[in-house]
């Protein structure tokens, strides 16, 4: 199994640009989580989808950040416009809805730096 | 609001000694889980603890969960260099969503 995939693996833009990050799930897995992580902050939650369908998007930090996933094989997540404070590494994760277990798999991240 | 707590947050000790790392949460769950990051590197999962008393081990870890207590513990038995990274546990927060304390960095010198 290729395990999580995430595009790009790193990503460098400037103040006010559009950026758009890729994740694959684990083929199978109903459940994807977006995480990022900062040094100040730790690991947050932003947004949660089970079978497509967004379940959880507290966690998103404001309407600047957006999340889409069309099918089970691909979700996105988009800032517009990016600041300097949304520099982090984003992660992507699956889950299956095999209870009690609920393992979350993690991809390799996106590191995103806003100059 | 479910709440996860580890304690240390920073750990720095000597090849050979033994140490434990703890994560407190703060309301009910049915599972628990600990990853290991290395720098610069994602999320790998260590264990899965579901039930009062659970204990798993691999190799110089070994994680406990006391679900009365709300406590699980990491325990790290003759450290080596190699076990370096920082740690996090998770806790269920209803459905699919996971909680994560705040890690644990771990460094092991020689």
């Known amino acids: 199994d290729a395990g999580v995939i995430q595009s790009p693996r790193h990503e460098v833009t400037e103040m006010g640009q559009e950026v758009t990050l890729r994740c694959k799930p684990i083929?199978?897995?109903?459940?994807l989580f977006w995480y990022r992580q900062t040094m100040m902050r730790g690991l947050e939650l932003l947004i949660y989808?089970?079978?497509?369908?967004?379940?959880?998007d507290s966690g998103m930090p404001e309407d600047r950040f957006s999340a889409k996933m069309p099918n089970a094989s691909f979700s996105t997540l988009k800032i517009q416009p990016s600041e300097p404070r949304d520099s982090a590494v984003y992660f992507c994760?699956?889950?299956?809805?095999?209870?009690?277990?609920?393992?979350?798999?993690f991809g390799p991240g996106t590191r995103l730096t806003v100059l | 609001e479910l709440k996860v707590e580890q304690n240390p947050l920073f750990l720095s000790m000597q090849e050979g000694k033994n140490y434990t790392i703890y994560c407190n949460y703060s309301?009910?769950?049915?599972?628990l889980y600990w990853y290991r990051q290395d720098p610069g590197k994602s999320l790998e999962s260590l264990f899965v603890?579901?039930?009062?008393?659970a204990v798993k081990q691999e190799g110089r870890l070994m994680a406990s969960l006391d679900t009365k207590a709300r406590l699980s513990t990491l325990h790290i038995t003759a450290a080596v260099h190699d076990l370096s990274a920082t740690y996090f546990c998770?806790?269920?927060?209803?459905?699919?969503?996971?909680?994560f304390g705040q890690g644990t960095r771990l460094t092991i010198n020689p």
């Open positions: 309301t009910t769950s049915d599972r």
């Open positions: 083929s199978g897995h109903n459940s």
């Open positions: 603890l579901l039930s009062n008393g």
């Open positions: 989808f089970n079978n497509n369908v967004p379940i959880d």
């Open positions: 994760a699956s889950s299956p809805d095999t209870l009690p277990y609920n393992e979350q798999f």
């Open positions: 998770a806790v269920g927060g209803g459905a699919q969503k996971l909680v």
